[in-house]
């Protein structure tokens, strides 16, 4: 039966700038060996002293004991083990290390969890929000946590010149990360009594009824990457403002009588039941299918040329992400050429199919059903940012008669 063992190694092969080495915890099973920082950097004439030299003073006495004590925990993780295996003892192993409750330490389990299950976009998300909260506080605890340092670290982020939209994304974050400790909820620090979480003023992201029309009309070079950009956006916006992960992710499959049905990309891990979207297929988009998808007899195959079952999610990612770049830069293009004076990406695709709706007389239930919101709520939340000027144009009535005493 083979035992795992541990051992202290000075990784002399990578040394620093300032000639330091990393200490790292050695642990070799099977003739496979991985290696494990304990944090400690030394130099080679350093640690040779700290580990051999018959004579050390309090500081080295100090350092030796720390690195000690990590070898100690990696044999304590090993015998614990009934199995062993590298992946078993680096999450025990870990955990034993992180006596201090640290943040860092929180978000890389959380982001690795979001790994495991293909939430690639979330975990970029999370790995954002943990690189800025450790860059305002390193060895961020929990106990650190409270109301002032909130309101300190959402400071720090607007003096260097973050949105407050990034500052809510982060925040958001941690506060998950925080929910899922289990600490005392007197402690809590987010809340009404504590601290609120900021939220951005709701910025107009619909074009009306004509704007939409005047890019759907603009002519431009056939075939070109401008023209594909410009039939991509009007093809979101008919299909309920369907967003471009969802549209890379389209298949044959998911068509039927000029119907497209599928479930949000967003949302399948979010919901147990999925919530199934119906989208009636216009003249115009079928066009857009015609003229730059890729017919196939294969059910499972993707109607437009972008992914492919060969691709991780890791790539499907990134290629999703580039597409909406270059969507959003030719559809702005085309919003100047045409005269709309607003900055038009795709979620004003998504917006602006909900808002047309609306002001149409659609049922509000509709188009949340058409959205794939969860509960009508949501919707009506939503569609509320784009009411203001629809509200001052139905109460001009309340003026008529003071007009006509003029």
């Not at 939220?199 to 619909?206: D, G, I, Q, R």
Request: aromatic content about 12%; glycine content about 4%.
């Amino acid at each position: 039966m083979n035992i795992a063992s541990t051992k202290i190694y000075l990784d002399r092969n990578r040394p620093k700038e300032n000639g330091k080495c990393s200490v790292k915890i050695k642990v070799t099973f099977n003739r496979k060996r991985k290696y494990f920082a304990t944090g400690v950097d030394l130099t080679p004439d350093e640690f040779e002293q700290i580990f051999y030299g018959k004579r050390k003073n309090p500081k080295q006495k100090e350092i030796k004991n720390r690195i000690e004590y990590f070898e100690s925990k990696a044999d304590d993780v090993i015998k614990a083990l009934k199995v062993f295996s590298f992946d078993a003892f680096k999450e025990h192993y870990l955990d034993e290390r992180n006596t201090t409750d640290s943040v860092s330490f929180a978000f890389d389990k959380y982001i690795e969890s979001l790994k495991v299950e293909k939430r690639i976009g979330t975990a970029v998300s999370y790995e954002c929000a943990k690189n800025s909260i450790s860059s305002f506080n390193k060895n961020l605890t929990f106990a650190d946590i409270t109301p002032n340092f909130l309101k300190k670290y959402e400071n720090w982020m607007l003096e260097n010149r973050n949105s407050i939209s990034t500052v809510g994304i982060y925040l958001r974050s941690l506060r998950a990360v925080y929910n899922k400790q289990k600490i005392d909820k007197t402690a809590y620090p987010f809340g009404k009594e504590k601290y609120t979480i900021p939220t951005s003023e709701n910025t107009k992201k619909a074009l009306t009824i004509d704007e939409v029309g005047k890019i759907f009309h603009f002519e431009i070079e056939p075939n070109s990457t401008k023209e594909m950009a410009r039939d991509y956006w009007i093809f979101l916006y008919l299909c309920n403002g369907m967003n471009v992960k969802d549209f890379c992710l389209l298949k044959w499959s998911n068509i039927s009588d000029n119907i497209i049905r599928y479930s949000r990309a967003k949302t399948k891990r979010s919901q147990k039941k999925q919530k199934e979207i119906t989208v009636a297929l216009k003249p115009q988009s079928l066009e857009i299918i015609r003229k730059w998808g890729q017919p196939s007899i294969n059910k499972d195959a993707f109607i437009f040329p972008h992914l492919n079952d060969k691709m991780n999610e890791v790539q499907k990612r990134a290629t999703h992400q580039q597409l909406t770049k270059i969507i959003n830069k030719y559809v702005n293009q085309v919003a100047k050429d045409v005269g709309i004076n607003k900055k038009v990406t795709t979620y004003f695709a998504r917006h602006s199919f909900a808002t047309i709706l609306k002001r149409s007389g659609a049922n509000i239930s509709m188009i949340s059903d058409l959205l794939g919101h969860s509960d009508v709520s949501v919707t009506e939340s939503y569609l509320g940012q784009f009411e203001d000027d629809k509200i001052q144009e139905q109460t001009d009535v309340l003026t008529t008669a003071f007009e006509k005493a003029m």
